[in-house]
C-alpha cells in the first residue's frame, strides 16, 4: 500500500463545476504539499500546508492533521485547471517528499 | 531569477551510451533533487543532495550517479544507458528548515529521455 493515496484517479467535469481531489496519507508529517502538472509541462507547486486551511483564487485547499487527509478543491471549474494534481507529504525530519500517483482532472467547457 | 533550470530538454540516447542531465538553480537553495516519472507511477526520487559536496541515494538509485560540486548546480549520469532508463527526469530544489513551516518546492521544466 502506497504511503500517500489520492483519489480519484482520473476526473472528468464541465466548466463550472466544484472539484473535490482528496489525498490519504499514513505517516506522521511536517508538511503536505499540492503540486499541479499540465499535460507536457513542468510541475508547479501550488500549496504548502502544515494545518488549516489555504485559499488561492479559486483553489483552496484543506488539511486534517488527526486524520491524515487533505482535500483540494477547485470552485468554478474551467478548462485551463485540466491537469495533474499531485500530492505529496514530508515527514517529521525527513530530506525527501512522498508523492501521490495524482489525480488527472479534464474540465469540458 | 530562472528559478530551476535543467539541460537538455529532450535526448535520444542507443543503449550503452552515457550522458549527463544538468540541474542549475539561482535561489541558493540547500536541498536539490532528481527525479522520474513514468506513467501510471508517481515521482520517483534518484538521488538527492542536502548541500554542496553531499549526495544521497533515493529510492531508485541503480544506473544513476550524481554530483554537486557547487551549490547551484547538481548533475545526473548515465554511465550505461538501457531502455528501462526511458522516462521524463526532473530536477527541484527546496528552501526547507526542520521545525518551521518553511518548505518551498521549485521544479525544472523537465528532461525527456528515451533509450532505444
Known amino acids: 500500500k502506497n504511503e500517500v493515496e489520492q483519489s480519484p484517479q482520473n476526473l472528468t467535469a464541465q466548466e463550472g463545476e466544484f472539484i473535490t481531489i482528496n489525498c490519504s496519507y499514513s505517516?506522521?508529517?511536517?508538511?503536505l504539499h499540492w503540486l499541479q502538472q499540465h499535460p507536457g509541462g513542468g510541475i508547479v507547486s501550488l500549496f504548502m500546508?502544515?494545518?488549516g486551511k489555504k485559499k488561492h483564487g479559486r483553489l483552496i485547499a484543506t488539511i486534517n492533521i488527526q486524520e491524515k487527509h487533505s482535500s483540494l478543491h477547485i470552485t468554478a471549474s474551467h478548462p485551463r485547471d485540466s491537469a495533474v494534481y499531485i500530492c505529496a507529504v514530508r515527514g517529521y525530519n525527513t530530506d525527501k517528499l512522498i508523492f501521490g500517483t495524482g489525480t488527472r482532472l479534464q474540465v469540458f467547457p | 531569477n530562472a528559478g530551476v533550470t535543467q539541460t537538455p530538454k529532450f535526448r535520444v540516447l542507443k543503449t550503452g551510451q552515457s550522458m549527463t542531465l544538468l540541474c542549475a538553480q539561482d535561489m541558493n537553495h540547500e536541498y536539490m533533487y532528481w527525479y522520474r516519472q513514468d506513467p501510471g507511477m508517481g515521482l520517483r526520487l534518484i538521488h538527492y543532495?542536502?548541500?554542496?559536496?553531499?549526495?544521497a541515494k533515493g529510492e531508485v538509485p541503480d544506473g544513476y550517479n550524481v554530483s554537486r560540486l557547487k551549490k547551484q548546480n547538481f548533475l545526473l549520469g548515465l554511465e550505461s544507458a538501457a531502455p528501462s532508463q526511458t522516462s521524463v527526469y526532473f530536477c527541484a530544489s527546496s528552501y526547507w528548515r526542520r521545525n518551521t513551516s518553511t518548505d518551498t518546492q521549485y521544479f525544472g521544466p523537465g528532461t525527456r529521455l528515451t533509450v532505444l
Open positions: 500546508l502544515s494545518s
Open positions: 505517516v506522521g508529517i511536517s508538511a
Open positions: 543532495s542536502v548541500g554542496e559536496g553531499t549526495t
